[in-house]
């Protein structure tokens, strides 16, 4: 497979999963005349959307700039981005869970939901240590070369 279909399949799940998380937005039920009270009252659905929208965003623009240093690909790789992608789409299920508990203001769900929420995070980190480490022991698969 070449980088170039690399990129654009994993790009393509970076864009379906900002999109899946827009979608927990919804017109709150609501008396004509009090539609921003009932919209305020959603403040923790776009707080954690906000929240995992910069993540998102911050982690596709490592993955795109990391992949900017690879020339070759191998099957190993492709499995391994196939994981950190994998890892990366379980966000959206603890961001609904932070503005669920947000919203219900009780301290015993935020804390899970918060911990949930850390615990992907970190498994998305862990996976991209694995990425980063199989191209260090694979420097054949990068750029690094080209230029000495």
Same mark, same amino acid.
């Given at each position: 497979?070449?980088?170039?279909?690399?990129?654009?399949?994993?790009?393509?799940?970076?864009?379906?999963?900002?999109?899946?998380?827009?979608?927990?937005?919804?017109?709150?039920?609501?008396?004509?005349?009090?539609?921003?009270?009932?919209?305020?009252?959603?403040?923790?659905?776009?707080?954690?959307? %906000?929240?995992?929208?910069?993540?998102?965003?911050?982690?596709?623009?490592?993955?795109?700039?990391?992949?900017?240093?690879?020339?070759?690909?191998?099957?190993?790789?492709?499995?391994?981005?196939?994981?950190?992608?994998?890892?990366?789409?379980?966000?959206?299920?603890?961001?609904?869970?932070?503005?669920?508990?947000?919203?219900?203001?009780?301290?015993?769900?935020?804390?899970?939901?918060?911990?949930?929420?850390?615990?992907?995070?970190?498994?998305?980190? %862990?996976?991209?240590? %694995?990425?980063?480490?199989? %191209?260090?022991?694979?420097?054949?698969?990068?750029?690094?070369?080209?230029?000495?």
């Amino acid at each position: 497979m070449r980088i170039d279909r690399l990129e654009a399949f994993s790009d393509g799940v970076y864009a379906i999963l900002i999109t899946i998380l827009v979608l927990e937005f919804s017109v709150p039920e609501y008396q004509v005349g009090h539609l921003m009270e009932r919209v305020l009252t959603q403040w923790p659905i776009m707080f954690a959307y %906000v929240i995992s929208f910069v993540y998102v965003g911050a982690i596709w623009l490592f993955h795109h700039d990391f992949f900017q240093t690879l020339k070759y690909t191998s099957m190993e790789l492709n499995v391994i981005n196939l994981v950190v992608l994998f890892s990366v789409t379980l966000i959206d299920y603890p961001t609904a869970l932070v503005a669920q508990a947000i919203m219900e203001r009780n301290v015993k769900d935020m804390r899970f939901s918060f911990i949930y929420y850390e615990l992907i995070a970190m498994f998305i980190s %862990v996976t991209f240590a %694995v990425l980063y480490s199989y %191209v260090r022991k694979h420097p054949e698969l990068t750029h690094r070369n080209d230029h000495q």
